[in-house]
């Protein structure tokens, strides 16, 4: 395997392969050698990490809400479970979910995005820290890693990854798996648009399709589902 290398620039760090400078051969190469980097580096440190759930949910949820409480709960029983939990690593729910498994015996997986932005600097709650320039390196370690995903309420960037995990499962692109959405109210919205319109009105989606995912009002709930597709296989295998 080659061995990638860094060095600093005036402009910023250029990876290089075998130190061969890409930038000198074009800006597109050298971003190839980035993007080589963060997958190379992703799936060394997350290969060896089993089994592991991703909890996602919006920065913006201060640690008094209910869902950032729920999202701590859940994910410190996960952890004393011998569960691993990753997260964007950033405020909010992601901050709730890497300190409820910092807390636990399990690992708490931090997948950081370079945005400017305050909300989204990363945590002080992770054993396991990536850094990562862009958003689709990033959600490939999400759902090639996971045996499941739990998503709390958030904004753009939170339906992005619900989205993409229901898509990924519907075209068995990665095998079914529990995709939990915690918060009836918040998610009902959605949950009745892909009913009606994308079902019953487009018929742009099967009746089997609407049903790749569950919604809960519960950290206990969404544990639950968990421990039964997770946690007892896990404890089988061992």
Request: proline share 3%.
């Amino acid at each position: 395997m080659q061995e990638i290398t860094s060095k600093t620039t005036k402009h910023k760090e250029v990876k290089t392969v075998d130190n061969e400078d890409y930038s000198k051969i074009s800006p597109t190469s050298n971003e190839i050698a980035y993007v080589v980097d963060e997958f190379t580096q992703g799936a060394h440190k997350l290969l060896p990490i089993e089994p592991i759930v991703s909890i996602f949910g919006g920065a913006r949820q201060s640690s008094d809400t209910t869902y950032y409480i729920m999202a701590k709960e859940l994910a410190s029983k996960l952890s004393k479970a011998g569960v691993n939990v990753a997260t964007g690593g950033a405020s909010g729910i992601m901050e709730a979910a890497s300190c409820g498994a910092y807390e636990g015996s399990a690992k708490s997986i931090g997948l950081n995005i370079a945005l400017d932005i305050p909300h989204q600097k990363p945590n002080d709650y992770q054993d396991v820290s990536l850094d990562f320039e862009h958003f689709f390196t990033r959600k490939f370690m999400f759902f090639k890693y996971s045996k499941a995903f739990v998503a709390f309420p958030g904004g753009y960037g939170t339906l992005d990854e619900v989205i993409e995990a229901i898509s990924l499962v519907q075209c068995k692109k990665i095998e079914p798996m529990p995709i939990i959405l915690v918060g009836k109210k918040f998610w009902s919205g959605l949950d009745t648009w892909f009913k009606q319109t994308l079902l019953k009105d487009m018929q742009a989606v099967s009746e089997k399709d609407v049903h790749l995912y569950k919604t809960v009002d519960s950290s206990q709930e969404a544990f639950e589902i968990l421990e039964q597709h997770i946690i007892k296989k896990k404890d089988k295998i061992i």
